[in-house]
């Protein structure tokens, strides 16, 4: 794991040792295992090595296959039984290869169409010298980053923007529309990035380079398997079978497996389940809980996880609260050229991580994954009416409003499963919340800028590039394409990356996320219990304290506090993206004031008159715009 990059020339130069050299040396401290460079007439590619599983340690890359193609792969492939038999002869000489050999094998049998084959986190760059052409691609869930530049002569791609921005030389432009869809709140962009001229390669998409053109594609199109059918028991089987693949997966380490354990439904299922298969013989690498305690503070769980250890068996390591400081987070945005990352969500993160480096451990598990597949909707209602089916409907109605008289029951049934087929608006707001807001534009957004930049243009074209049958898989699909993965995660990969540890969601293992795509949303959602399925599948692998809960911790006090610092420095009105004309800087301190009144003692009411996450993605970006861009 860790990064690639690459640079092509269209024009005839001939790559040098010196140019990519100097776009290794640009990029974000990375390759805890070295730096290896490959080039050859007009190609060359990089690989910043950090050996995470077995087969890695060691491993010879960018590398060449039996066809003359090259490969720089950046992940890890989660179903290699299935890959090698599908190579058949030449698998079984590929038993011990690290995941770039298998994928490389496969490409030269399979051509671009062995992607659909693979399962894992990856990001990869394939040079095919006879064609004299370039392909890269990345996996549906996007957790491995890909960005790339073309100027008409020269092309380049890296992991992450420092090695094209210092590396390339390009010249720096903000991206302004890509800038609003962040301080809106209503990031939809799947290939933008903020700087004008570097695209991502999408979630599940892929590009060439050949006879000097760009071919663009999304590759990940289903179908997806409807399992509404299923009985209870079925699902619950089956969600087992493929959590404990997916499980067996991402343990699959060089190093001993830490996993967070903050008490909540998600991790806390993670952790108790892997425990049990290590104890049936089914894992055999090390587990390390790991969970951050915060005493006295709203976000404190320690009742829910020590429940977990005592049940379980174990005990987790400890860590303590760290957050970041709004100096620390400018040296990051300079160093790195990325988006600082969110307080709220590092708080006991970033004193572990720096433990797991200490202590040597690789690989990181976390929950993430599971609100966004199990907290379940009611998009099945309107699937079961245009089946006809009247009977199903009604049961669902009687089941999920249990707290409401038959008649409310009956009618909000009814109201959830006929709005979204015969109202175009409220089908619009069914399947692309993120977007629903009362203004066209926000009001704290700067309404001549937003014209500018179009942002109302862009909220209304994008689309999710594949269409799925049923108003469930359509709503469920935005899993797949979530563009604020980009911003919100994507910060958080680099830092962990930079600190000798990869990041792994077993519950966005792709086998288990198509099965959520075709999951009965009943077993979701039921009697108004959010993942009714991952409860059921729990049960005498979770302490009922915790298996039952149906509260979540509220991770936003060191936001409010760094922001109230921030503002103190810098008031609202002198931010640069106010002076920049493109917010208005006193509608953003009358978003923040309520939650700074309810942080000084102030009622929950307070609180709920707040926007938080545009606030903090206006200070992320007069923190980016200053320190990373240059402003």
Known sequence: MSGIAGVVFTGGREMTAPLLAHVAGSATP??????????????????????TTPEAVGEVQPLAGPSGAVIAFDGRLDNRGDLLALLGERGAALVDAPDAGLALALFEARGEGFLKVLVGDWALAIWQPDRQRLFAARSPMGWR??????????????????????????????NEGVAGEFMSARFVTDTETFWTGIERIEQG????????????????????????????????????????????????????????????????SIVARITELQRAGRIDCPLVPVSARFPGELQDETVYSAAVEAHS?????????????????????????????????????????????????????????????????????????????????????????????????????????????????????????????DDPIPGWIRPEWAAKTGLADRWAQSRPPVDPPGFAQKQRYGVFVHARRHTAHEPLLAFTER???????????????NFFMGASGRMLKRGGERKYLLRQAMR????????????????????????????????????????????????????????LAWRQGGSQEMLNRSRLGPVWFIVAMDLWLEHAFGL
């Open 145 to 174: 980053p890909l960005m790339w530049h073309f100027d008409g002569k020269i092309f380049g791609f890296a992991t992450e923007p420092r090695a094209l921005v210092a590396g390339l030389g390009i010249a720096r432009r903000v």
């Open 313 to 437: 068996g174990i005990e987790a390591r400890i860590t303590k609260r760290e957050p970041q400081s709004i100096d620390e987070m400018a040296l990051w945005c300079a160093e790195t050229l990325q988006l600082p990352m969110r307080p709220s969500a590092t708080e006991g993160f970033l004193a572990g991580i720096g433990t797991q480096q200490a202590m040597g451990e690789r690989v990181l598990l976390t929950g993430e994954g599971g609100d966004d597949w199990m907290a379940g909707t009611f998009g099945h209602l309107p699937d079961m009416l245009l089946r006809g089916n009247l009977t199903g409907l009604y049961r669902e109605a009687m089941s999920q409003f249990p707290q409401e008289p038959p008649f409310v029951r009956l009618r909000r049934g009814g109201f959830l499963a006929l709005a979204p087929v015969v109202s175009p608006a409220y089908r619009n707001k069914f399947l692309r919340p993120h977007l629903t807001f």
């Open 499 to 513: 600190h000798g540890v990869e990041l792994r969601h077993p519950f966005h293992d792709l086998r288990l996320a």
């Open 30 to 51: 990375r390759g805890f295992d070295g730096i290896s460079q490959w080039y050859s007439g007009p190609a060359g590619m990089i690989r910043f090595h950090h050996a």
């Open 205 to 268: 998409g892929g590009i060439t380079l050949e006879n000097g053109r760009v071919s663009i594609w999304h590759w990940h199109d289903g179908p997806f398997e409807d399992l509404s059918h299923l009985s209870d028991e079925e699902h619950v089987e089956r969600f087992l079978e493929l959590f404990d693949q997916a499980l067996i997966a991402t343990t699959r380490s060089s190093t001993p497996v830490a996993a967070h354990l903050s008490g909540g439904l998600d991790s806390s």
């Open 540 to 595: 005498g692998t979770l302490p009922e304290l915790v298996r039952t809960r149906q509260d979540k911790a509220i991770f936003i006090t060191s936001l409010i506090d760094m922001v109230e610092e921030y503002f103190r420095r810098r008031p609202p009105e002198q931010l640069l993206p106010a002076k920049l004309g493109w917010i208005d800087g006193a509608k953003v301190g009358e978003m923040f004031a309520p939650a």
